[in-house]
């Protein structure tokens, strides 16, 4: 017959899959009427809205917008102008361990933007663009902590702690953000805005009974023409503070945010050359983890029956280090000619990988430099990627679960012909290690143990090196506290080579 077991349930989320799906989206685009012909492209930037997430049995279904802005020299006229193209994207990846009750944290990336003159009133646009997913799912483990009834047959138990780095709640929360941005004193009337950059950050984050506080800012960084042509930026921190709900144990736990954008809109207000309307709509994305104790049954044995126990085996996650640091970069990117006047600098971040090298883990992230600038024949631009390093010493027993964000905008010089670009790269990293441990599941108590004729009641010998109280005991199917008293030992604590004396139960 089976054993009546004393259960522990454990419940969080657990994550079931992680996949990196990368895609190319193409299309041609007609130059407006109202626009002027295309003499030369100088640069194409894409924002990826995801603007639709759903898990489903065995797969994930997402969609959304790429938003491109072309920035070009019209033929015949001096100056710059810029024009959108929306590219609409979709995909359904087979993820066999979703299901529908799963829930997806997702960050887009955009890798690369090209554009392509056909003619004058035409082109072509390539964006490549990666979604790194991570599905989680809730979870109820039960697990064993004791056997009821010990006494009843002779059921001598040893108990212990399972310690796991447990993911405690998943959590998202979409929220929106509108504002009038109004252009500082020293910059000119806009007579057209060009192109607007948002990013949004989380500084803070913690958890307060069940709910989660967090708050940060979104930049937002509009490039404009003025009235004499020339073009000048304009930079916003607009400040959020939200709340979400946090889960019933993640107090005291880590949060890690990740923020996207759905929709972005900046638009002039109508008569007014210095002020937009800002929209933007926000997904956060929250996980919360900390470390998990449960009481669990290791080992155990009768004196008086034959046991059968059944080991199971459950995931557990150890948390082998963690931190944040950050690597000031600085890349010299080639021009054609003498570069004058800088008028825009930007560091795209895109791709993120990782490599073993010996003890030690190397994360990487690809950045793409972008400088726009006045040259003697008129506008030019150039770019350039690099790939940002960081090594983690002496964390080769684990993955390393990672996230990178651009500290401040990047600052451009001249240096001679070319431009060195700067900025700082914060890593933020954890290392996890996973593991299947083995617990007891069920037992199976047989038949009633007789002691035979023939063997002694007392046996003397030697303890063994590795062995402790709990391991003779077993051995010879009696208690500790029996081989104490025959022993004359006052506490467990044995050593190799002292002589016990050790009674056998009679039944």
Known sequence: MELELRQETVRGWESVCRATLEQEETAEMIVPDACPDIWQVLDGEARLLLQRKEPQDGKGEFSGLLKTTILYQPEGEQGLRAMEVTLPFSASPELTQLTRRSMLHVIPRVLSVDVHLLNPRKVLVRVGYCLDIEGFEPQARSLTSLVEEPERYGIRQKTGELRSFQTVYAQEKAFTYQDTVVLPAGRPDAVELLRTRAQCTCTEARVIGSKLVFKGEAMLQLLCRGEDGALFTGEFHLPYSQIMDAGEDSEEGMCSMDLLFTDVKCTPVEEDRRSFQVELAVQAQAVLRREVTVPILTDLYSTAYEVQPEEVTCPVLHLLGQGEEQESVREVVGTQGLPGNLLDVQARLGRTGQSQEGEDQMLTQEVELVVLYDTEEGLASARQKVVVQHRLSGQSGGKAVFSTELLREPTAAPAGEGVEVSFPLAFRWMVLEKEEAPVIGRVTLGEKRELG???????????????????????????????????????????????????????
């Open 453 to 507: 004729a023939r063997q002694p009641s007392v046996i003397l010998r030697a303890v063994h090196p590795g062995e402790d109280l709990w391991t003779v005991a077993k051995a010879y199917l009696t208690t500790d506290s029996d081989i104490m008293e025959a022993s004359g030992l006052t506490s467990g604590e044995i050593f190799p080579g002292q002589m016990l004396l050790i009674p056998r139960k009679s039944s």
